[in-house]
């Protein structure tokens, strides 16, 4: 399969829970429960996308609209998927979903040594705006946010991303 894997992006259903599962296990030291994967997934106000090569779950990420604000609640892409773009994609795809349901502002908290995870951040215009203590158990939180996802500017930085 190799690096020349057509990758799909899709929205996740009760039917990848075991797929959401193996691979929040695997991957987090505290992971989330299936009870806590069907909670979220039968959410009406929330969106999670997959990118799956084939019928392997490659990357996930999910979000909760709350008015104006869209709340990225994870993103996960397994170890040996990293630096392909899964990442920049699924954030592009939950912004959008974020955007069709009327969210003018993003939040999300990352691990604050996430060096990676917070440079991509930093290019969808996510700032830094506090910190949560002890919020990983083993690490903080930076709380960031992007206001005016609904501009013209966020539209064209957004289009540079895709």
């Keep these: 399969m190799g690096s020349a894997m057509t990758v799909?992006?899709?929205?996740l259903s009760a039917a990848d829970i075991e797929s959401l599962?193996?691979?929040?296990s695997?991957?987090?030291?505290?992971?989330?429960t299936r009870g806590m994967f069907d909670d979220e997934l039968s959410g009406e106000n929330r969106v999670y996308?997959?990118?799956?090569?084939?019928?392997?779950?490659?990357?996930?990420?999910?979000?909760?609209?709350?008015?104006?604000?869209a709340h990225v609640t994870n993103l996960l892409v397994a170890p040996?998927?990293?630096r392909r773009g899964l990442a920049r994609r699924l954030l592009v795809g939950l912004i959008d979903e974020a955007l069709s349901g009327g969210a003018k502002h993003?939040?999300?908290?990352v691990r604050s040594r996430n060096e990676a995870g917070i440079s991509l951040y930093r290019r969808f215009g996510l700032a830094p705006v506090g910190v949560r203590k002890g919020y990983?158990?083993?690490?903080?939180?930076?709380?960031?946010?992007?206001?005016?996802?609904?501009?013209?500017?966020?539209?064209?930085?957004?289009?540079?991303?895709?």
């Design 8 to 11: 799909e992006l899709r929205k």
């Design 21 to 24: 599962v193996a691979m929040e």
């Design 80 to 82: 040996d998927q990293r």
């Design 136 to 162: 990983y158990g083993d690490d903080d939180a930076l709380v960031l946010w992007a206001y005016d996802i609904d501009s013209p500017e966020y539209a064209k930085r957004l289009e540079g991303l895709r």
């Design 49 to 69: 996308l997959g990118a799956f090569g084939g019928n392997s779950l490659l990357a996930f990420a999910g979000m909760l609209l709350n008015g104006e604000e």
């Design 26 to 32: 695997a991957n987090q030291a505290r992971p989330w």
């Design 106 to 109: 993003l939040t999300l908290e």
